[in-house]
């Protein structure tokens, strides 16, 4: 079964801290996103990557970098967390073709809390 | 951004057909139409996806009006397990903008 696999369920950081989201997938896929996903604002766009070493800014890229090094790892990088950072992150991954006629394969997600 | 309207919440009973609507009134030519299902605690699962044409995979059925301005989802028998947020997407090159879904409830 396919896989997309996101490093932590449940994170608890402190303002300021400097927070990696890992997310890795097995389908050997060259789109991969990252999603925030807030009560009433439905899921929101952070980042994606067609491959490796490139990256496209979302909706809602600030405060937020990204890192592909590798073609099945896609980290999300907090570089100083704020309390409005507190959310559940969605990884998500597609293969060649974008989205329009693919599906996208999601992770359970981390729900990031920001003290 | 191309917007869809759905109901807030549903309720369907086991073991029946289920039909979610969606309204999609701004959609463009080359928007497709996507569903995925939210479980608690879990990431959106796809569920099928079309253009123009009535699609059939294993999970559902995806009905599109010949205008293309709505759509609905058939689940063809409810199982407790479908008790999800069910979102009706409209997609254009790389962007999923999820609303806020419909709620659907199944009694047993």
């Known amino acids: 079964d396919v896989k997309v696999t996101q490093s932590s369920r449940y994170l608890v950081k402190r303002t300021g801290e400097k927070v990696f989201l890992e997310c890795v997938q097995d389908?050997?896929?060259?789109?991969m996103f990252w999603y925030r996903q807030d009560p009433g604002l439905g899921l929101r766009l952070i980042y994606f990557?067609?491959?490796?070493?490139?990256?496209e800014k979302g909706d809602i890229p600030e405060g937020y970098s990204v890192s592909r090094e590798k073609k099945e790892r896609f980290s999300l990088i907090l570089e100083s967390a704020s309390t409005n950072q507190t959310s559940m992150y969605l990884c998500?991954?597609?293969?060649?073709?974008?989205?329009?006629?693919?599906?996208?394969?999601f992770g359970s997600g981390t729900q990031l809390s920001v003290l | 951004d191309a917007k869809t309207t759905q109901p807030n919440s549903m309720e369907s009973n086991e073991e029946e057909p289920v039909h979610l609507p969606c309204n999609h009134s701004?959609?463009?030519?080359?928007?497709?139409i996507h569903w995925y299902r939210q479980l608690p605690s879990q990431g959106p699962e796809y569920v099928i996806h079309?253009?123009?044409s009535n699609v059939n995979n294993r999970m559902a059925s995806l009905a599109i009006a010949e205008d293309r301005k709505s759509s609905t989802l058939i689940l063809h028998r409810a199982t407790l397990r479908d008790a999800a947020v069910y979102y009706c997407?409209?997609?254009?090159?790389?962007?999923?903008?999820f609303g806020a879904g419909t709620i659907l409830r199944v009694k047993s």
């Open positions: 998500a991954s597609s293969s060649l073709g974008g989205v329009a006629n693919e599906k996208l394969f």
């Open positions: 389908m050997d896929h060259e789109n």
């Open positions: 990557s067609y491959d490796v070493k490139m990256k």
């Open positions: 701004t959609i463009s030519g080359t928007d497709y």
């Open positions: 079309g253009l123009t």
């Open positions: 997407i409209l997609v254009y090159g790389n962007k999923l903008v």
